[in-house]
């Protein structure tokens, strides 16, 4: 007998509310937050298939009361999947890295840190919809000023972006795409009052057009700005239409950013000499 989704998620949060009876107080406020932004793929959409989505949550997205996402009415919940219920557009959601992610990063170092995840990608859009200005920037600016001012404020960690299959299509947008990710790294950097902010990007695996190489090759260059980092999506498993990552594969690449991520504040901690309070 198959269970639907909506019983598979509310049996899962019963199993946590059991399993984790702080979930019944009042939530602790993040003290590391990361930010989730760019297209579909970093929404998720592991297990769309058809227009709906499976409901297969693997054990690494798994909610846990010390993983918190910031909803559409800018309040902090504890984060399950669909990790981008209620943000942007409505479209079927389904499986991203940012819950995988979390819970790798938790699992390497102490167990009582809180981190707070920001949800803001939108499934569709060029890297031009992002440029200081648009709406959907104005969106991310909005959403990390609130994510950091609840409950006394958290530390903003990285920004986590997927993001450029849209720009495949047209080699104007494709070649283009280099200067205007470097252009938008400063300005989130200059807004955000953050001019370190690590950000990692994810190279496209997959795209809407043919100019995915052009886009890639553009990607993996802005590694060379300071405190870019850069995780290959190539490789990974795509969907039957071969545009978006499997649940499984979303896995996988929350792991890799989990791990640069990792790396990055681990080297950041051997060069300034601090006794640097990660995880």
């Given at each position: 007998m198959s269970i639907?989704?909506?019983?598979?998620?509310i049996f899962t949060l019963f199993v946590v509310s059991y399993s984790y009876p702080e979930c019944g107080r009042a939530l602790e406020a993040p003290s590391d937050i990361f930010i989730l932004a760019g297209q579909s793929n970093m929404a998720g959409r592991g297990g769309v298939r058809h227009g709906k989505w499976d409901g297969n949550v693997p054990p690494e997205c798994r909610p846990n009361p010390s993983i918190l996402r910031l909803n559409p009415q800018l309040q902090w919940e504890v984060a399950h999947e669909p990790l981008h219920t209620g943000?942007?557009?409505s479209k079927t959601q389904g499986v991203g890295p940012g819950l995988a992610f979390a819970n790798e990063v938790r699992s390497k170092g102490s167990m009582s840190v809180v981190v707070g995840l920001v949800p803001c990608a939108i499934g569709g859009t060029k890297i031009s919809s992002w440029a200081r200005g648009t709406p959907l920037?104005?969106?991310?600016?909005?959403?990390?000023?609130?994510s950091?001012?609840?409950?006394?404020?958290?530390r903003l960690r990285a920004i986590l972006w997927y993001q450029g299959e849209s720009d495949t299509v047209r080699y104007e947008d494709a070649k283009a795409y280099k200067d205007n990710m470097e252009k938008l790294i400063i300005d989130l950097r200059s807004d955000l009052g953050h001019p370190t902010l690590l950000f990692i990007q994810v190279a496209l695996g997959s795209g809407?057009?043919?100019?995915i190489e052009t886009v890639r090759r553009g990607q993996l260059g802005i590694c060379r700005l300071p405190n870019v980092r850069c995780v290959d999506a190539k490789g990974l498993r795509l969907e039957p239409d071969k545009l978006h990552l499997t649940t499984i594969a979303q896995v996988h690449l929350a792991h890799k950013l989990a791990a640069v991520f990792l790396a990055a504040h681990q080297s950041c901690t051997m060069k300034t000499h601090t006794s640097f309070d990660l995880y």
């Open positions: 639907s989704w909506p019983t598979r998620l943000i942007g557009p920037y104005n969106e991310l600016v909005r959403r990390t000023n609130a950091q001012s609840l409950g006394g404020g958290g809407e057009g043919k100019f």
